[in-house]
């Protein structure tokens, strides 16, 4: 299977291409988040929060943390600690300005990182956390390895991702909208012609369901469970660290 990539003229890494790509619509980010989901992805998020709560983390790792939308929803739960880290200043810059709005600054540090190298101790959170991420990740099994690293022995991984609807005729709205609503306003709104035509080529290729369980499984996780949202359109995988002792 042929990697998918934002720029398919560009030379440059997978890992470079996707956080030049949200550097670039990081201004109009939120907002076309915002309309094009018709706000669906904030119930989505709010639902990962009450299946995490269970676990009652006290520090949390949201990577790809972008604007820092799940991470503010995080917030709520009162933990000591939350880290936000995204390879894109650009998203960043604009998460930190709302981290601020919000007065949670003593909470949440958001801060420049590679989900594939992740500067993080061995065992350091008790959670870990990334919407619509883990897609873009360059080396997927390199990414979930480290989740397991930094993770401690009782921690848990709380992924929302993009999947696919498989039944009619969800999936055939499902399909006109992604391919052709959303990538025409994407273009319109944030000036990048690639970045909205590279969403749904992320989404096709992306192994949703029992591949990803499969594939989480075999980076060391246990326990792994899969929740569809919406028809399907959105999936939270929770997957537990192995305790070994």
């Not at 990539?5 to 996707?18: F, G, H, L, N």
């Not at 604009?94 to 919000?102: L, Q, S």
């Not at 909205?196 to 369980?213: A, C, D, Q, R």
């Amino acid at each position: 299977m042929s990697e998918v990539k934002p720029y398919k003229e560009s030379t440059a890494e997978k890992k470079e291409q996707v956080a030049e790509m949200f550097d670039n619509i990081s201004p109009k980010y939120d907002l076309l988040n915002r309309v094009l989901s018709v706000g669906i992805d904030i119930l989505w998020r709010k639902k990962a929060v009450r299946i995490l709560k269970k676990y009652n983390p006290k520090t949390i790792l949201d990577v790809a943390t972008g604007t820092g939308d799940f991470a503010i929803e995080l917030a709520k739960m009162k933990p000591d600690r939350i880290v936000g880290a995204d390879i894109s200043q650009g998203m960043l810059d604009v998460g930190i300005k709302k981290v601020e709005k919000k007065n949670l600054s003593n909470l949440i540090s958001l801060e420049l990182g590679d989900a594939e190298n992740m500067k993080y101790q061995d065992a350091e959170f008790d959670a870990i956390t990334v919407a619509f991420g883990v897609r873009n990740f360059q080396d997927l099994e390199k990414g979930l390895k480290e989740f397991h690293r930094v993770l401690n022995d009782k921690g848990v991984a709380i992924i929302l991702e993009f999947s696919q609807p498989e039944k009619f005729p969800v999936k055939q709205f499902y399909n006109f909208y992604f391919t052709r609503i959303l990538p025409f306003f994407g273009r319109m709104v944030s000036k990048d012609s690639s970045a909205y035509t590279y969403l749904p080529e992320s989404v096709n290729h992306f192994p949703y369901g029992e591949k990803f369980m499969e594939i989480t499984t075999s980076c060391g996780f246990s326990n792994v469970q899969q929740k569809r949202l919406s028809f399907g359109i959105a999936t939270i995988y929770i997957a537990e660290k192995k305790n070994n002792n």
